[in-house]
């Protein structure tokens, strides 16, 4: 059997004419639908990957203000331990009997009629 080939008679009509027009404008705003679609989409995709770029920064940043934090807390707690002590040496420097101890020390003053042996530190077996 050969093939027929089916060809169909187009008829020009005022209502193929409308036809035509009217599928022409639906394809017309398709296109223009897909557009949008796309430019919306960037859009869209280009807030998210700034957003997420400058919460990514952020939280590094965050990060290293905690560290710092941290190290400046330790640093304070430091500081207020040496004040303390520095305070209580101040009240001590305040107290005589602590000085004249310090120079007797120090600097081999002695009261009346007491003798002073300086003894040195190394081992004395050598």
């Known amino acids: 059997?050969?093939?027929?080939k089916k060809t169909v008679a187009r008829l020009d009509s005022n209502y193929m004419q409308k036809y035509d027009a009217y599928i022409e404008r639906q394809k017309r705003k398709k296109k223009?639908?897909?557009r949008r679609l796309v430019l919306f989409s960037a859009i869209v995709a280009l807030a998210i990957g700034t957003m997420t770029t400058y919460?990514?920064?952020q939280r590094s940043l965050h990060a290293e203000k905690l560290e710092e934090y941290q190290e400046l807390e330790e640093q304070l707690a430091k500081l207020k331990a040496a004040e303390e002590e520095y305070e209580e040496e101040i009240q001590l420097l305040n107290?005589?009997?602590?000085?004249?101890?310090?120079a007797r020390t120090n600097y081999f003053l002695s009261k009346e009629g007491e003798?002073?042996?300086?003894?040195p530190e190394e081992d004395p077996s050598y």
């Open 1 to 4: 059997m050969s093939e027929k």
């Open 55 to 57: 919460h990514v920064k």
């Open 115 to 119: 003798l002073i042996f300086k003894i």
């Open 32 to 34: 223009r639908l897909i």
């Open 95 to 102: 107290d005589e009997e602590y000085i004249l101890d310090i």
